[in-house]
C-alpha cells in the first residue's frame, strides 16, 4: 500500500468552525490532490499541488484553503464549516501530471460532519 | 462537469458470473483509468489504458476502449465475493491551464454468494 495517511479520519463540527484534514506521503511524490466523494457524484477535486508551495484550484475550490510546506504534507483547511462540506474527503499522490497522468494514490478517506 | 459516466449504477449478479461496466465521456482523452473502492476505503487503480490502445487485460479483468464511440468497458470474469465494491472511470481532460482527471459517479457491483 502506497504510504499516505490521513488524519482525522472522523470528525464532526459545528457550523462556522475552522478545520484542517492533513495529508501525509511518504512516497516522496510530487503531486498531491484532495478531493471531495459525494453519492451520486463521482470525485471533484477541490485543489492539487504540483511541488512545495505550488498549489492551484479544482473545480469545486470555493470554501478551501490549501498549503503545502513539505513534499510529504498536504493540509485542507475549511476556514469557516458549512453543512455543505459535510462529505468525506480523499487524499491522492501521483508520480505524473498533466497529459501523462497516470496512477493515483488514495488515502483511506477523512469523513467530515459539519452541524 | 462529468466526464465520465458509468453505466450501470447498480449492478448484482451470482458468484462465478462475469461482470461488465460501462464508462462514457464526452471529450477526447489520452488515457482513462479504472479503480475500484471498497466500502469505507480509499480508490484503488485497476487499470490505465492509452488511448491508442483497444484492449488491455490484467488478471480477471479486461479493459476495451472505442474512441470512436467515447466509450469504455470493464469486464470482470469469474467474479468472486470479493470482487463486491464500487468502480470508477477517470477520464482525463484539458482545463483552462491543465490536464485533470474526471471522474464518473461509479457502478456499484454486489457479488452474490
Known amino acids: 500500500d502506497a504510504g499516505i495517511t490521513q488524519s482525522p479520519r472522523h470528525k464532526v463540527t459545528e457550523t462556522g468552525t475552522p478545520v484542517t484534514l492533513r495529508c501525509h506521503q511518504t512516497e516522496n511524490h510530487r503531486y498531491m490532490y484532495w478531493y471531495r466523494q459525494d453519492p451520486g457524484h463521482g470525485l471533484r477535486l477541490i485543489h492539487y499541488s504540483y511541488g512545495v508551495k505550488d498549489t492551484d484550484k479544482g473545480e469545486v475550490s470555493d470554501g478551501y484553503s490549501v498549503s503545502r510546506s513539505k513534499t510529504e504534507d498536504f493540509l485542507l483547511t475549511l476556514e469557516s464549516a458549512t453543512s455543505s462540506q459535510t462529505s468525506v474527503y480523499f487524499c491522492?499522490?501521483?508520480?505524473?501530471?498533466?497529459?501523462?497522468?497516470?496512477?493515483?494514490?488514495f488515502g483511506e478517506g477523512s469523513r467530515l460532519t459539519v452541524l | 462537469s462529468q466526464q465520465g459516466e458509468e453505466d450501470p449504477q447498480a449492478l448484482s449478479i451470482q458468484e462465478g458470473e462475469n461482470a461488465t461496466m460501462n464508462c462514457s465521456y464526452k471529450?477526447?482523452?489520452?488515457?482513462l483509468q479504472w479503480y475500484r473502492q471498497n466500502s469505507g476505503r480509499g480508490l484503488v487503480h485497476l487499470i490505465l489504458?492509452?488511448?491508442n490502445e483497444r484492449e488491455k487485460h490484467s488478471g480477471r479483468l479486461r479493459v476495451t476502449l472505442d474512441t470512436s464511440k467515447k466509450s469504455s468497458s470493464l469486464l470482470i470474469t469469474a467474479s468472486r465475493a470479493a470482487d463486491t465494491a464500487s468502480y470508477f472511470c477517470?477520464?482525463?481532460?484539458?482545463?483552462?491551464?491543465?490536464?485533470?482527471?474526471?471522474w464518473g459517479a461509479g457502478t456499484k457491483l454486489i457479488i452474490k454468494p
Open positions: 477517470a477520464t482525463d481532460a484539458k482545463t483552462q491551464s491543465n490536464y485533470q482527471l474526471i
Open positions: 491522492a499522490i501521483s508520480l505524473l501530471a498533466g497529459e501523462n497522468t497516470g496512477e493515483l494514490f
Open positions: 471529450t477526447s482523452i489520452n488515457n
Open positions: 489504458i492509452r488511448s
